[in-house]
């Protein structure tokens, strides 16, 4: 074991997304500053301590009241360091807050305590997720139970898993292997084991463990299955003129509210709407849809979603 | 000595009257309402609270020698570390500073013979000893395993530990802070001595208002928030859990509206302690004395507006992250003003390196370390990868250990031959101060780097790869350890067995030094008055001490 414990330590995390690079370029740069700033307070404090130091008990230094040309310098110069670290990480976070388009959707469901991802295609794993290479995924994250948090160190990814709504992240991973995958928020007894492995694939090979095992029906195909049987068919007419709106071609665009307001139809969106649709119903329609919330598993809503997603309008790309 | 009419008389051989000796029993101390007795009420619990709460740091740094665990189950591990964090910011750290050498020094300092309620200073405390009760029974009874932050809807709906107990032991511990706050806000505004203008304030004065001001308007937030989570779990009313209609972020933002600003409740205190002691081991003004108080304020205003930088991940707007992280940055620049101020205060000054000065410069080192590193968490882009993990953990250690316990320590140094009339031997205390330093770097050092590897706080268990880290981290927490019981041991050997200290044993300014040690019931002999600004080194008669 003691041999074991100076094996393979490691002093930085692999850089293995499209992301890793720069935010470690920030990181250094400010672990730069940090270690600037301390060894000059520390050797001033040294240099003052041994210059200065009291060679008589009846010394008395002369007054220094203070300086206001020291005073300006050395409040705009951390005024100046903290502004461009706040630019430079703000364009970051920024640039990265919204996932490119066509990128791969996976969901992800945290619960106590364990890791379940829904690929759009059926296959499902828990705490594993299968990535290929090179391509965008964004998860789409929720939980079951209480605040969980998704982390792939590797990649510089992190978002909490909330239970009641949706939040997401991308990444785009640049390293074939597996890498850790954390829980990093405090969620109970067995917190620390809400682990697991993401594992980036080569394209082909992802395909290959895509379309291999029994992988039930996909997403879409569960959600149409449910969207019969729990009737809501009946009402949300496809063709239109049922007492719901036609859901064909609604997602990733506005509709316009009864309350004179307009939101963009996304997931969360679709979320509410269907577990609390008399919160906001749409504009034209009399508010008698009946509420979910709790009728419906967070897989359920997923497959839901999945389908509506997939009523897209003719010859219109896939949002 | 200029400062002020009252010339201290010299120690004499017979023991003079004192808040000490001046009455005996228990009765006289339980029933007190001597400002100096309710001070050492305080230190006798916080002390006995820091070491429950280090002994449950002790266990968890054993446990986390293995990555397996070596000690005990999660669930314990869970409750240790909630606990240990829960004692040392509650019942430790928040009232350190400001209820022990607050509650001493702020009638002394501005010339008061007492607080200017002081039913209602004895009432703080019981009310501090009652919450305490209450934290005790959820810790002897089982545990609380939420973590100090009380997140939901775990805490509120998942937990099956101590939670209402714990919960109810901190509510009722902040009125006590609250109390404090307000006695200390109207003592400075209404009970300066004749001539004790605002700006002749010592600095520890200034830090202690910017304390008592989060005080009174952050706890009753805490108390809200304590409150809405007692609603939830034991009425089932739907405030945080989704599936009773409520919002899991809410608690958050509650609980860090004050949780934040609570930050700057342990740092400010310490940093006023700094303020008194570079001058004095300098013999030398405190260079930008407006400067400093100013910056205390604008500390305590600012630390009201940057509680979402604890959210960042949460999945709030990033335009809510872009504001809340542009604030926090602000927060940086009032406390690297203080830092170089006092560096600046050394230049050309006359220092001594004795035991409050050791403790004093490597509370401005460790904490410039503290701050800076805060810098990656108001960072956006780079927060996304450190939230929640080790650097975090070593981050507001370096915050709250390397400055606010140093600072603590520095106080209880500089303060305790006005406390105790005795001095503590100078070579242990300068030898635990060197330890402390160097365990305090070896236990949280490693920890940024656990932290940027990307290993999450909290967990009872890890990847073998982090062991290493794990293991530094755990040896230099054993030498912390014995570096805290060394002061212990002397303080209450010196109570018996030190040497007189005599009135002023620094050679300091301020007019709590112009009263003999331990100072007599009433603090002064005449009412003194003030004619000069604080840190008047330069004009002290050579010669004094």
């Avoid at chain 1, 414990?5 to 940090?34: C, E, K, Y």
């Avoid at chain 1, 110069?77 to 919204?98: D, E, H, R, V």
């Avoid at chain 1, 709504?165 to 809400?194: D, I, K, N, V």
């Avoid at chain 2, 915050?399 to 070579?427: C, D, F, Q, T």
Wanted: with cysteine; glycine share 8%.
């Amino acid at each position: 074991m003691p041999n074991a414990m100076f094996q393979n330590i490691p002093f930085h995390p692999d850089q293995a997304s499209s992301i890793a690079r720069s935010v470690d370029q920030l990181h250094f740069v400010i672990t730069g500053i940090t270690l600037f700033f301390t060894f000059l307070i520390f050797s001033t404090i040294c240099y003052f301590m041994i210059k200065y130091r009291r060679r008589s008990r009846d010394e008395r230094p002369a007054n220094i009241e203070g300086s206001l040309p020291l005073e300006i310098a050395w409040t705009l110069i951390p005024t100046m360091i903290c502004a461009g670290l706040f630019i430079w990480a703000s364009s970051q976070y920024f640039a990265n807050a919204k996932a490119p388009d066509g990128a791969i959707e996976v969901f992800v469901t945290g619960r106590q305590w364990m890791w379940k991802v829904q690929h759009p295609e059926g296959q499902s794993e828990i705490n594993e997720l299968h990535v290929p290479l090179g391509r965008p995924v964004k998860l789409t994250i929720t939980s079951e139970d209480v605040i969980h948090d998704f982390f792939i160190p590797a990649f510089r990814v992190k978002k909490d898993a909330v239970p009641g709504r949706y939040t997401s992240l991308w990444f785009t991973a640049t390293e074939t292997g597996r890498f850790h995958l954390f829980c990093a928020q405090y969620c109970g007894a067995f917190h620390a084991g809400m682990e697991g492995w993401v594992i980036v694939m080569e394209p082909n090979e992802y395909e290959r463990w895509l379309n291999s095992g029994a992988s039930g029906e996909t997403l879409e195909a569960a959600g149409q299955r449910l969207f019969q049987e729990r009737g809501c068919a009946n009402c949300h007419v496809e063709a239109g003129g049922g007492r719901g709106p036609s859901l064909r071609g609604v997602f990733g665009h506005p509709v316009r509210l009864a309350n004179g307001l307009t939101a963009a139809v996304d997931e969360s969106y679709l979320r509410e709407a269907i577990l609390t649709p008399n919160s906001h119903p749409v504009a034209g329609y009399p508010p008698i849809m009946p509420a979910f919330q709790g009728q419906l598993d967070e897989e359920q809503i997923l497959d839901l979603i999945a389908y509506i997603r997939s009523l897209r309008n003719e010859g219109e790309a896939q949002p | 000595m200029s400062t002020a009419t009252t010339v201290a008389p010299e120690p004499r051989a017979a023991t003079p009257l004192n808040y000490l000796n001046v009455e005996y029993g228990w009765r006289s101390w339980l029933f007190t309402k001597d400002h100096k007795r309710i001070a050492l009420l305080y230190l006798i619990s916080i002390t006995f609270y820091f070491f429950i709460g280090g002994a449950f740091a002790v266990l968890m740094r054993i446990h986390l020698i293995d990555p397996q665990g070596a000690l005990v189950q999660p669930e314990t591990y869970n409750k240790l570390f909630t606990m240990h964090g829960i004692i040392m910011i509650f019942f430790f750290l928040i009232p350190s500073i400001p209820s022990v050498l607050g509650n001493f020094l702020v009638p002394l300092m501005i010339g008061a013979r007492d607080l200017a309620f002081p039913r209602l200073n004895l009432l703080s405390w019981y009310i501090y000893m009652l919450g305490g009760a209450f934290t005790m029974y959820s810790v002897i009874h089982g545990g609380v395993d939420t973590g100090w932050t009380f997140y939901t809807p775990y805490s509120s709906t998942y937990a099956n530990s101590q939670v209402i107990p714990a919960a109810l032991g901190i509510f009722i511990t902040g009125f006590s802070s609250i109390l404090t706050g307000l006695n200390f806000i109207v003592t400075i505004h209404k009970m300066r001595a004749p001539g004790m203008t605002w700006f002749r304030m010592p600095l520890f004065l200034w830090s202690m208002y910017a304390t008592s001001i989060i005080f009174v308007l952050g706890t009753p937030v805490l108390a809200i928030a304590l409150f809405l989570l007692f609603l939830e779990r034991v009425f089932q009313v739907g405030i945080f859990t989704p599936a009773l209609g409520g919002d899991p972020l809410l608690f958050q933002h509650l609980f860090w509206f004050y949780s934040h600003p609570a930050v700057y409740i342990m740092i400010l205190p310490a940093m006023g302690v700094i303020s008194e002691i570079v001058p004095c081991f300098s013999r030398k003004r405190i260079f930008g004395y407006k400067v400093i108080g100013f910056s205390s304020v604008a500390i305590a205003v600012l630390s009201f507006l940057v509680w979402g930088h604890h959210m960042f991940v949460t999945g709030q707007s990033i335009y809510t992250g872009l504001v809340f992280s542009a604030l926090s940055f602000m927060v940086a620049i009032p406390s690297a003003i203080k830092v170089f101020n006092w560096t600046a205060t050394l230049y050309k000054g006359s220092i001594s390196y004795d035991a409050p000065m050791l403790y004093a410069l490597g509370f401005i080192g460790l904490f410039t370390m503290g701050g800076l590193t805060g810098l990656f968490l108001a960072s956006l882009s780079t927060d996304v990868q450190l939230n929640g993990t080790y650097f975090i953990v070593a981050h507001f250690h370096y915050i709250m250990v390397g400055g606010a316990v140093m600072g603590y320590l520095g106080g209880m140094h500089y303060w305790w031959p006005k406390i105790s009339g005795r001095l503590y031997p100078e070579i242990w205390a300068r030898l635990a101060a060197a330890i402390i330093f160097v365990g305090f770097n070896l236990t949280f050092f490693p920890q940024f780097m656990l932290g940027y590897l990307g290993m999450p706080r909290r967990y009872a268990f890890y990847p073998a790869e982090f062991q290493f880290l794990n293991v530094m981290s755990s040896a230099g927490a054993s030498i912390l350890g014995v570096g805290y019981l060394i002061p212990l041991i002397y303080f209450a050997w010196s109570m018996r067995y030190g040497p007189i200290a005599g009135p002023n044993p620094w050679g300091a300014t301020g007019l709590e030094w112009q009263t003999p040690s331990p100072p007599p019931k009433d603090n002064f002999e005449q009412p003194p008055a003030v004619a000069d600004e604080a840190y008047d080194y330069a004009h002290q008669e050579v010669g004094l001490v």
